[in-house]
């Protein structure tokens, strides 16, 4: 089930990635949704799961770009990894701390990319500093939408069935 | 997983995927399309036609909605020309009308033996049992007992005048006497206003030979019409008494659509003459 959700999460991502590439050219400057699955996946804390979410998000970022293969590959799986073994140590609920872990990833795998093209590609054009930034926030504040989005409605539905398990108390 | 292994396999994928990247670099030349890069293509070539099937599709609707809408916005525009076009072409057909009723009353006014006036009728009653007709006849105004016609024949009698304006007495109206004469047989009479747009001819003997379709004319014995204008023709024929014909009459003008008439310029003889002579014949 965790499997088809990520593909299905995965699929979405594509098909966002590409919507918005037509309307904007610039999208893929600003948002990184595949990094963003990979981190959604990572949170959970299970490192191998996150390692390679973030190896197949990575590979098809990779088709995408016109970058060499393995480049989002590489950040995405050692990010996912990262985040995960992070999630195991720390308990995290607060807002800004959560967000502050989306951002941590996204701050890192620019780094790591940055690297990656350096060693590799050292004629490559990085981008901009406000492109790095721009990721970086986006990054945070749409994991953090989702994730509140989703804990709401998981909050919803427990509340719900707890309504109906209710047990009927007879007159005394 | 064992974090050993996880461990492991973390060094494996990062290694390989260092290893692709190497494999890719410049330095070493070649085709940088790997088997892996190729295979990833082709599973995300559908995503992509998808997404692009998608906004044609998208885009193709609003062109469709924004074209209908200036579609609509055309067809009101040429529904609207149109109405305006017919609306030119009724007022076109109505002046031609009058252009071509005002030559003919032209050509009548210069070839005709009298002095003729146009006036123009704004008011026609021919229907209830007066039957009367209102014309607007200028600053000239016009006098009491002016014969008034059409190209085709006798209308009536002016009864009333004030200002630019004047009353005709039709000559369908019961009250209307007119000296008249019947062509072919040379015969006088008097024709009578019936109502409902007939005249009768009367005292004809019974010894004149009288058919359908003979022309009456004015005879010029009453004071008021010249003598030869058209009258009206016989319309039937019936044993009236020992003596007359019961003869119907149809007038010459067709009262019924008239716009423009004339009033004969004409000097009357002076009314005491006309009263000593008896004047039945209004």
Do not use: C
């Amino acid at each position: 089930m965790a499997f088809a959700k990520f593909l299905a999460a995965l699929a979405v991502a594509v098909l966002l990635h590409l919507a918005g590439t037509r309307v904007e050219p610039l999208f893929p400057l600003a948002v990184d949704l595949f990094l963003l699955v990979a981190l959604l996946e990572a949170r959970h804390g299970r490192p191998s799961g996150a390692m390679l979410a973030g190896l197949a998000a990575g590979l098809v970022a990779d088709g995408l770009t016109g970058g060499p293969y393995g480049l989002f590959g590489f950040a995405n799986t050692a990010v996912g990894y990262g985040v995960a073994r992070a999630a195991q140590q720390l308990v995290v609920q607060r807002s800004t701390s959560l967000a502050a872990v989306f951002a941590a990833g996204a701050a890192a795998q620019q780094a790591i990319l940055a690297g990656l093209a350096l060693v590799f590609r050292p004629g490559a054009e990085l981008a901009g500093p406000e492109w790095l930034l721009a990721k970086v926030a986006t990054t945070a504040l749409a994991g953090l939408a989702w994730t509140r989005a989703v804990e709401r409605l998981a909050g919803g539905l427990a509340r719900r069935r707890a309504g109906r398990a209710k047990p009927m108390e007879l007159p005394k | 997983m064992k974090p050993r292994w996880t461990r492991v396999l973390l060094a494996v994928l990062l290694v390989g995927q260092l290893f692709l990247l190497a494999a890719q670099t410049p330095a070493r030349g070649g085709d940088p399309q790997t088997l892996l890069a190729s295979v990833t293509l082709r599973l995300l070539g559908p995503f992509a036609r998808l997404s692009a099937a998608t906004g044609e599709a998208v885009r193709g609707a609003r062109e469709a909605t924004r074209g209908r809408a200036a579609l609509a916005r055309e067809n009101r525009r040429l529904r609207e020309e149109l109405l305006e076009l017919r609306r030119d072409r009724l007022r076109l057909a109505a002046l031609e009308q009058e252009a071509t009723a005002l030559a003919r009353g032209v050509d009548f006014a210069r070839e005709s033996p009298w002095r003729l006036r146009a006036a123009e009728v704004v008011y026609l009653d021919h229907a209830s049992w007066l039957k009367t007709m209102l014309l607007h006849v200028g600053p000239a105004g016009a006098r009491l007992d002016q014969p008034v016609i059409t190209e085709a024949g006798v209308v009536g009698r002016v009864i009333g005048a004030a200002g630019g304006y004047a009353k005709v007495q039709l000559v369908t109206d019961g009250a209307a006497h007119v000296g008249a004469v019947l062509e072919r047989a040379r015969r006088q009479a008097i024709a009578r206003g019936a109502g409902a747009g007939r005249m009768t001819l009367e005292f004809v003997p019974r010894q004149i030979a009288v058919e359908v379709g003979d022309r009456v004319l004015t005879a010029g014995i009453d004071g008021v019409y010249p003598r030869g204008i058209p009258l009206g023709t016989v319309s039937s024929v019936a044993p009236g008494s020992e003596l007359f014909h019961a003869i119907e009459i149809e007038p010459a003008a067709d009262l019924a659509r008239l716009s423009f008439v004339y009033l004969i310029e004409r000097e009357t003889p002076p009314a005491a003459l006309r009263s000593e002579a008896g004047d039945g014949l209004r």
